[in-house]
């Protein structure tokens, strides 16, 4: 996946705005993730220069909170359920029939930017177990048969 051209001056105003408060480098990323909907690999470079901070300690934080990604998020976010309704009622079929359909693992996205996976504990909504939810769409009593037919109106409809 290509990264994004990174604007030196525009990191080093986010960087400079929180140097000197507390927990600066978790809000600088933030809003790094915010501006690009990732932290690519290239800003990180950035920050570290920036900041100071050696690239080792940027990942350290950017992996121990799986807020953070590392790589762009899909056009279409698929998040599958896996709280105790639904893993009780077959979601983690639902995860594996994505993951071979679409040849991608949680927390990835396709290569064409269509599709990233997400698993998730609750969505809110039990009753419907197991859930799905697309770009905010959701998809309740899934079966493992129905994903294909659930993803080709996505991929149709780009
Ligand atoms: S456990 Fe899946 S929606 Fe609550």
């Not at 590392?70 to 976010?77: A, D, I, R, S």
């Amino acid at each position: 996946m290509e990264q994004k051209s990174v604007d030196a001056k525009e990191i080093g105003a986010i960087a400079e705005k929180w140097r000197d408060k507390k927990g600066s480098l978790i809000m600088v990323l933030h809003e790094i993730q915010n501006h690009y909907g990732y932290v690519p690999r290239n800003v990180s470079l950035e920050l570290s220069k920036v900041l100071g901070i050696p690239l080792a300690r940027i990942y350290e934080v950017i992996t121990f909170y799986n807020y953070f990604k590392l790589e762009p998020p899909g056009k279409f976010t698929i998040a599958v359920c896996l709280g105790t309704a639904c893993y009780l009622k077959g979601s983690p079929e639902i995860v594996d029939e994505i993951k071979s359909l679409l040849n991608i693992g949680e927390g990835e996205t396709t290569p064409d930017g269509l599709f990233h996976l997400d698993v998730v504990r609750c969505l809110g909504c039990c009753g419907l177990a197991p859930v799905m939810m697309i770009n905010g769409q959701v998809y309740g009593k899934v079966k493992r048969n129905e994903v294909m037919g659930i993803l080709s109106k996505y991929k149709s409809e780009d």
